[in-house]
């Protein structure tokens, strides 16, 4: 029977090899870095990635975690004896945890503020809407029933002046 596992212990997982030669790019941009040895960093980072995220995954276990934390990995490189790591590793989760919030606060604004109206206009704007709408239904449900009304008795509906006058200009 399958392994529950959705990875097989067969299948390699690798970064990007576009992500991999990017970095390259801007770690030595005027060094040429021939392809077996690209090859090489792929696969030396896809391992370390392995290595360190079985290792947090072994932290967070014995703490009976069900997610790994960036403490779990700050643990696991303790662990595996990267602790030179772990001051250059705090400095971009810091960062990342800035930008994190900086992006939640943008998120934050509501469509009202990006407006740049202030809500009391709004809403003085929206009753102004509101009391419109109520006019017109006002003016169409009498219309409706004149309309009836003469249906109904064969007289001719009695228009408004403006609408007489529209009327005979146009015959």
């Known amino acids: 029977m399958a392994d529950a596992d959705p990875i097989s212990q067969d299948d390699e997982l690798y970064l990007p090899r576009t992500v991999v030669n990017k970095l390259i ?37 014995k703490q009976q975690k069900k997610v790994i934390s960036p403490e779990h990995v700050i643990e696991a490189l303790t662990t595996l004896g990267f602790n030179e790591y772990i001051p250059d590793v705090k400095e971009v989760l810091k960062e990342y945890k800035e930008q994190a919030n900086k992006h939640r606060q943008r998120g934050k604004k509501s469509r009202l503020d990006k407006l740049g109206v202030p809500e009391e206009e709004l809403l003085r704007q929206q009753q102004e809407l509101f009391e419109q709408a109520r006019l017109e239904n006002e003016l169409y449900e009498q219309q409706q029933a004149l309309l009836q009304d003469t249906m109904a008795g064969g007289v001719a509906p009695a228009l408004p002046q403006q609408q007489q006058q529209q009327q005979q200009q146009g015959q």
């Open 25 to 61: 790019k801007e770690m030595v941009p005027h060094i040429r870095v021939s392809t077996d040895a690209r090859d090489l960093i792929l696969n030396c980072c896809s391992e370390f990635i392995h290595l360190l995220a079985s290792e947090a995954n072994e932290v967070s276990e």
